[in-house]
């Protein structure tokens, strides 16, 4: 899941701040605000870290891993950026962007030197200058024009030995306690041993204080013993217990390295060949002393820096997305299978590839929200002679197996619009279906096209309905959706009402909805609107967005009185 994303020098935005995002997302804001600047910035991130590639076979190490930022990823749609100089904001001082996303915890940020493009050279390729990853454990930076990395590791604790040193400090704080009591008992008789005391003890019992002060003293001993010990094993695990460390690597020897991996998994693979590497210079220089300092200090931390680095590889290998974008709804009765400019065609391709059938719980999901939208009880994807497809319309009563149904092209702009995204979202429900799971981030691009009011707001319980689907793997998938419909962000604040939650931590905790306003003056940030337990939004849009339908209503009551 992203929990963050922000950019620098990005389209229309100098700086974009990174936002916090939730589960379901909604992204309002003017045209021209930059609310689909987000969208397309998610889709080059998700586009390049998951192909970032070695593409020179230098042997240095470092010098090896150039690898070329690329604008015109197509993996889910067009994203008309094309090259780094329509993507670069036009007053930008610097020719470099900065891209940030925050995955699960990890925080990967792409910086991209465009300072050696020329002028009118429109270049779809630009050269990664900078990279960072960072977790709760670990922070790197890798130059890749200088070939110097920065590398900081906290002290990541060691459950087995935490547990050790845990039980140990309890057997410590016994042994304290027991010589303590055994101390007083020794000070209470000791008086007894005095002449001056003045003791009436009879020889027995005088013979009896000192067995027994003997006995404690000895007991003294061997819990002093004892206490000794398990301080010195606690000593000795806090001694080889992993400290921080912060390291600077400059200049790399250069040696040959063959491994197939994307840029990150090098970075890593790179850092465990330093530690192991051999340094071939002068004992005596402080070049040597500083190699050989760099070299101790990752050893310790090898093991665990490597446990790390595949943490990272695994929060990009599970980054999927998912993009349904604003679309022409086509009324064709035959949507063709080689039809790929066509919206629906390709969804139908999907959905008939993924043989969904009657009966699952993704078919059942379709019909419930077909009936829901007004568009029928039942639908049917016939293939046409291998060529295309027809999707059929059944009403309440209608067999699909018996009757011929409606074609969806009669029904309107409006149910087609809504099959297309429908049957999209079955689609990603059943790639759940997988063993390894399948939670992607979904963008979702002005859902309401074509779509009457009072259906509009009931989109807010359909994404809802699809983020509570409760067989999502490990966690809940993502929607980010863009949108101008009020309807839409309405509906949602009711439905945040109807939970009656009682704090604002309440709401924080378990409500799903985030909306986030862009203001189109330049200079405004977008910010989230934060719900209020009542459905309420603390903050407030600009004019414009949810009150343009009052002010026409005033205007209209004005001139009726002048009437």
């Not at 690329?70 to 670069?88: G, K, P, Q």
């Not at 990395?149 to 906290?154: A, C, D, N, P, V």
């Not at 008992?185 to 003791?199: C, D, K």
């Not at 979702?444 to 689907?469: C, G, T, V």
């Amino acid at each position: 899941m992203i929990q963050q994303v922000g950019f620098k020098n990005f389209r229309r935005f100098e700086e974009f701040p990174m936002i916090d995002l939730g589960n379901i997302n909604i992204i309002v804001g003017r045209n021209n605000a930059g609310k689909s600047t987000v969208l397309k910035a998610l889709q080059l991130i998700k586009g390049n870290l998951n192909t970032l590639s070695n593409i020179s076979n230098a042997k240095s190490i470092f010098a090896s891993m150039k690898p070329m930022f690329i604008f015109d990823v197509d993996e889910m749609a067009e994203l008309h950026i094309d090259n780094f100089e329509r993507a670069l904001y036009n007053k930008a001082s610097r020719k470099e962007i900065t891209l940030s996303a925050n995955l699960d915890g990890f925080l990967f940020t792409i910086v991209l030197d465009g300072q050696n493009i020329k002028q009118n050279n429109y270049y779809v390729a630009v050269p990664y200058n900078f990279i960072e990853l960072k977790n709760s454990n670990v922070h790197i930076t890798f130059n890749f024009q200088t070939r110097d990395l920065h590398l900081e590791m906290k002290a990541i604790s060691n459950k087995e030995n935490e547990e050790k040193i845990a039980k140990l400090s309890q057997d410590r704080n016994n042994y304290l306690t027991t010589l303590d009591n055994i101390k007083n008992e020794l000070r209470e008789i000791a008086p007894m041993f005095h002449a001056e005391s003045g003791s009436s003890l009879s020889t027995s019992e005088m013979v009896e204080m000192i067995s027994k002060r003997q006995k404690l003293e000895q007991m003294q001993k061997s819990y002093q013993k004892q206490l000794d010990a398990t301080e010195s094993e606690i000593a000795t695990i806090e001694s080889t217990t992993l400290k921080p460390i912060s390291v600077d690597i400059k200049n790399l020897p250069e040696f040959s390295d063959t491994v197939k991996v994307n840029v990150i998994g090098q970075i890593f693979h790179n850092i465990s060949n330093y530690v192991h590497m051999q340094l071939n210079m002068d004992k005596r220089t402080s070049e040597y002393k500083e190699a050989y300092e760099v070299q101790e200090k990752l050893k310790n931390v090898h093991d665990d820096l490597m446990t790390e680095g595949k943490k990272f590889l695994c929060v990009l290998a599970d980054f999927e997305m998912e993009y349904i974008h604003a679309h022409a709804a086509s009324q064709k009765v035959i949507y063709l299978k080689e039809d790929r400019n066509d919206t629906l065609s390709r969804v139908l391709s999907g959905f008939c590839k993924a043989r969904i059938v009657p009966g699952s719980k993704e078919w059942t999901f379709v019909k419930k929200w077909m009936k829901e939208f007004e568009i029928g009880a039942d639908f049917r994807i016939l293939d046409v002679e291998s060529a295309g497809y027809m999707l059929k319309i059944f009403d309440e009563g209608e067999d699909p197996e018996c009757e011929f149904g409606m074609n969806l092209a009669d029904k309107g702009t409006g149910s087609i619009q809504l099959m297309t995204l429908l049957l999209s979202l079955a689609v990603i429900m059943h790639k759940n279906k997988r063993p390894e799971g399948y939670t992607p981030t979904v963008l979702i691009e002005e859902p309401e096209q074509n779509i009457h009011p009072m259906l509009q707001s009931m989109l807010a319980d359909m994404f809802l309905d699809f983020w509570n689907q409760d067989d999502w793997y490990n966690y809940d998938c993502q929607l980010i959706i863009e949108t101008h419909s009020e309807y839409l962000v309405r509906r949602t604040q009711l439905l945040v009402a109807e939970k009656n939650y009682k704090t604002y931590q309440e709401v924080n905790e378990n409500n799903p909805f985030k909306v986030f306003y862009f203001p189109s003056e330049k200079g405004k940030y977008p910010y989230d609107m934060q719900y209020m337990p009542n459905g309420m939004f603390a903050n407030k849009f600009d004019s414009g967005f949810f009150d343009e339908a009052g002010h026409m209503h005033m205007e209209i009551l004005k001139k009726s009185k002048k009437g």
